[in-house]
């Protein structure tokens, strides 16, 4: 599928519709999904691969990677809202919805990804701790691309686990806290991945 096609099938996808402040939810936008993606086709061949997408908020990434070629993408969220929304959209696009999951990927068990995908919380509002999900993804896969905070510390800490930097992105994220008095802003992200020998 082309570019433009799969920007087009993004931008229909329903956002969620109540995000989740302490979660850290700032959805990624079609047009940072399309960068990240044309990253990935460009570094990495999905065709026939099983995919994890981690904190899939509305399912963008993995259903991206879907339209690429993927042969599975299982869909992990904590969020239940995010788990009705990513079935939803799944079902929109003709997709099949029956691997979203309400789980934390610290509790994924007795399995071994070809590729994990995630754009996790920046650790802003939340205590999410990226040095822990960093090893965790490891663990699970050989092969993972990761958008993550644009900053030193991170890139460092990305290195240690074998990550390397690929690029930097904007994402535009709306308002979804109170005081966020602007209609939406932009967040500069890095995308760190690592490709397993098999990639």
Request: charge should be positive.
């Given at each position: 599928?082309?570019?433009?096609?799969?920007?087009?099938?993004?931008?229909?996808?329903?956002?969620?519709?109540?995000?989740?402040?302490?979660?850290?939810?700032?959805?990624?936008?079609?047009?940072?999904?399309?960068?990240?993606?044309?990253?990935?086709?460009?570094?990495?061949?999905?065709?026939?691969?099983?995919?994890?997408?981690?904190?899939?908020?509305?399912?963008?990434?993995?259903?991206?990677?879907?339209?690429?070629?993927?042969?599975?993408?299982?869909?992990?969220?904590?969020?239940?809202?995010?788990?009705?929304?990513?079935?939803?959209?799944?079902?929109?696009?003709?997709?099949?919805?029956?691997?979203?999951?309400?789980?934390?990927?610290?509790?994924?068990?007795?399995?071994?990804?070809?590729?994990?995908?995630?754009?996790?919380?920046?650790?802003?509002?939340?205590?999410?701790?990226?040095?822990?999900?960093?090893?965790?993804?490891?663990?699970?896969?050989?092969?993972?691309?990761?958008i993550a905070k644009d900053n030193q510390a991170i890139s460092e800490?990305?290195?240690?686990?074998?990550?390397?930097?690929?690029?930097?992105?904007?994402?535009?994220?709306?308002?979804?806290?109170?005081?966020?008095?602007?209609?939406?802003?932009?967040?500069?992200?890095q995308i760190v991945y690592k490709l397993g020998n098999n990639s």
């Open positions: 599928m082309e570019t433009k096609e799969i920007t087009k099938l993004l931008s229909s996808l329903a956002p969620l519709k109540a995000a989740n402040f302490r979660l850290e939810q700032y959805q990624t936008d079609p047009k940072a999904a399309t960068e990240f993606l044309n990253f990935i086709k460009a570094t990495y061949d999905v065709s026939g691969k099983h995919v994890a997408d981690f904190g899939c908020g509305n399912g963008i990434l993995g259903i991206g990677l879907l339209l690429l070629g993927a042969k599975k993408v299982d869909f992990y969220d904590i969020d239940e809202k995010a788990v009705e929304t990513c079935i939803s959209n799944l079902k929109t696009v003709g997709l099949c919805s029956d691997s979203v999951f309400k789980k934390d990927v610290f509790d994924i068990k007795n399995v071994k990804y070809d590729l994990i995908v995630s754009n996790p919380p920046f650790g802003i509002q939340s205590n999410f701790d990226i040095d822990s999900f960093l090893k965790r993804v490891s663990a699970l896969s050989d092969s993972s691309f990761i800490l990305a290195r240690t686990y074998g990550f390397r930097f690929g690029k930097t992105i904007e994402i535009k994220v709306g308002n979804i806290a109170k005081f966020h008095s602007k209609i939406s802003t932009e967040i500069r992200a």
